[in-house]
T-cell receptor
């Protein structure tokens, strides 16, 4: 089974702090994603990465950056946390299909989520 | 820009009844996914639909895909309380092999 883990389930930070959210997957997946989930807005993609050291902006990258130094780990960084970044953050990973075939390729597997509160 | 719309957003139904959740999307897509989320939990993959006419069934849930109409349905048969959850559909845009665009989700409550 695919396992995606996130460093914290709950996190409370103060405005202006630098915040690191870590995500690790154990299935050798090429692609990794960071989403935020807010009531009434669904899931919105912040950043994704399709290879080590590669990243692309999603729909709402402002105020965030990411780092992928190793294939299994994808970090989300809030450079200076603000109250409007209070949210549930979900990490996901997927294969590019080379070894799984089309049926399971690109299917995203999600971590348990980190509920971040910025005060 | 790919848009994904689900309806209804809220669904309250009685046990034993049938109902359908609809997912419309705006542009050509390679794949459509259905996920379930229990309160306070993460998303769990239910179905992956890969081609026009695809139908998948798991227990009381059945998902189908009509790529010409850009429509997927999630049909619930004889609902039970354990199906209470939020259901999301997600679509990836043709040519964009990595990114999913999610609908806003349907909060399903099954009452005894």
């Amino acid at each position: 089974d695919v396992k995606v883990t996130q460093s914290s389930r709950y996190l409370v930070k103060r405005t202006g702090e630098k915040v690191f959210l870590e995500c690790v997957q154990d299935m050798d997946h090429e692609n990794m994603f960071w989403y935020r989930q807010d009531p009434g807005l669904g899931l919105r993609l912040i950043y994704f990465s399709y290879d080590v050291k590669m990243k692309e902006k999603g729909d709402i990258p402002e105020g965030y950056s990411v780092s992928r130094e190793k294939k299994e780990r994808f970090s989300l960084i809030l450079e200076s946390a603000s109250t409007n970044q209070t949210s549930m953050y979900l990490c996901a990973s997927s294969s590019d299909g080379a070894d799984l075939g089309a049926r399971r390729a690109y299917e995203q597997y999600f971590g348990p989520g980190t509920r971040l509160t910025v005060t | 820009e790919l848009k994904v719309e689900q309806n209804p957003l809220f669904l309250s139904m009685q046990e034993g009844k049938n109902y359908t959740i609809y997912c419309n999307y705006s542009t050509t897509s390679d794949r459509l996914y259905w996920y379930r989320q229990d309160p306070g939990k993460s998303l769990e993959s239910l179905f992956v639909l890969l081609s026009n006419g695809a139908v998948k069934q798991e227990g009381r849930l059945m998902a189908s895909l009509d790529t010409k109409a850009r429509l997927s349905t999630l049909h619930i048969t004889a609902a039970v309380h354990d199906l209470s959850a939020t259901y999301f559909c997600a679509v990836d845009m043709k040519g964009s092999n990595y990114k999913l665009t999610f609908g806003k989700g349907t909060l399903l409550t099954v009452n005894p």
